[in-house]
């Protein structure tokens, strides 16, 4: 019994749905959220993603009205990643003025210049090897990277993407991305690090969707998900460094990450829910175990009263098709 019964009756707030409605604390809008979507050269069909139910790769040559579609439909912000069929050793496509990365934020902001495009700044979808870096033998080469995320960076802001999202996880890159923009006269470009980023087996369905090559893990880049402390010292060396905004993946599986992380700085905060989370509650609602959009509600809802601003879900296009309601 609360101490101060009968005075304090908690269920006061909660006995009728309209008082109950009036003093709900989180709310969740299609302005919070991103929408990653990943984006196929040399294709001329929607291809389905088979462990991710209702995600298709977009062919470029269509991108341009799907982009159309999606702003019409109330998107607010993409993730570009690339399905490459250009790789090589160090993924020198993505620092192409004609490549992929560059080619794709350029029909966004052509067909959209509102929407907010953040450039995932990685290297994985373009190697050969699937590395997110230079790999020089069994490793990848943290410095030697992020020489070549500079200039991914630099060509992504050419092309006019709004936020620049490293997601190699090399010591010291938003250092160099911010002086590579800088040098290049794009002062006004933000930078969204993925600041803590897990080594996380709920990026499986991503790297089926995305076309990497990986062989072998990211665990010497990625972060051990078991290292709290850490993630905190990740997050906050990249405020340091100069990022703008902070991001944190996977986001159900860290939500004790994204309350700490918010407690100790005021930069804008993202979360990224992962394929894995999403494949979990698409298969687990087609075999009629839970109700997709209950639970899409409560999980999204529990990142943002966790702490994050914004989030990155795959559920962003059946919000804003109204499939899904918030
Ligand atoms: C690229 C990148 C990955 C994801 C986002 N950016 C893959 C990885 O780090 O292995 C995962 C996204 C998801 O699982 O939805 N480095
Ligand atoms: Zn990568």
Not at 97 to 103: E, F, N, P, Y
Not at 159 to 170: E, F, Y
Not at 174 to 182: E, H, P, Q
Not at 226 to 239: C, G, P, T, V
Request: contains cysteine.
């Amino acid at each position: 019994m609360h101490p101060h019964y009968p005075l304090t009756r908690l269920r006061r707030l909660r006995s009728h749905s309209h008082v109950r409605d009036f003093f709900r604390e989180t709310r969740l809008a299609l302005d919070d959220l991103v929408l990653p979507i990943f984006v196929e050269e040399d294709s001329d069909d929607f291809t389905p993603i088979a462990a991710m139910p209702g995600v298709r790769r977009i062919p470029e040559r269509k991108l341009a009205f799907e982009v159309e579609r999606l702003a019409r439909a109330g998107i607010r912000a993409l993730m570009t990643f690339g399905i490459s069929h250009r790789k090589d050793a160090q993924g020198s496509d993505t620092w192409s003025c004609d490549g992929l990365v560059a080619r794709m934020i350029r029909t966004c902001k052509d067909v959209a210049p509102h929407l907010v495009i953040l450039s995932d700044t990685c290297f994985c979808e373009y190697t050969t090897h699937g590395h997110c870096g230079v790999l020089h033998g069994e490793h990848v080469d943290n410095d030697a990277t992020l020489v070549n995320l500079g200039r991914q960076a630099v060509v992504a802001a050419l092309a006019g993407a709004d936020i620049i999202a490293p997601s190699a996880a090399m010591d010291g890159q938003v250092a160099a991305i911010r002086s590579a923009l800088d040098e290049n006269g794009f002062d006004a470009t933000a930078i969204m690090s993925y600041s803590t980023k897990f080594a996380s087996s709920l990026y499986g369905p991503f790297r089926a969707a995305a076309g990497s090559d990986l062989r072998g893990d990211r665990k010497a880049y990625q972060m051990d998900p078991m290292n709290r402390r850490e993630a905190i010292r990740e997050s906050l060396a990249d405020e340091a460094e100069g990022a703008d905004a902070l991001l944190v993946k996977p986001a159900g599986a860290c939500l004790d990450i994204v309350r700490e992380i918010r407690n100790a700085s005021a930069l804008p905060l993202a979360a990224y829910q992962t394929s894995g989370e999403y494949a979990m509650i698409k298969f687990a609602a087609a075999a009629g175990a839970i109700d997709e959009g209950a639970v899409v509600r409560e999980m999204l809802g529990a990142i943002k009263r966790a702490g994050a601003d914004r989030i990155l879900t795959y559920f962003a296009d059946d919000i804003a098709a109204g499939r899904l309601a918030l």
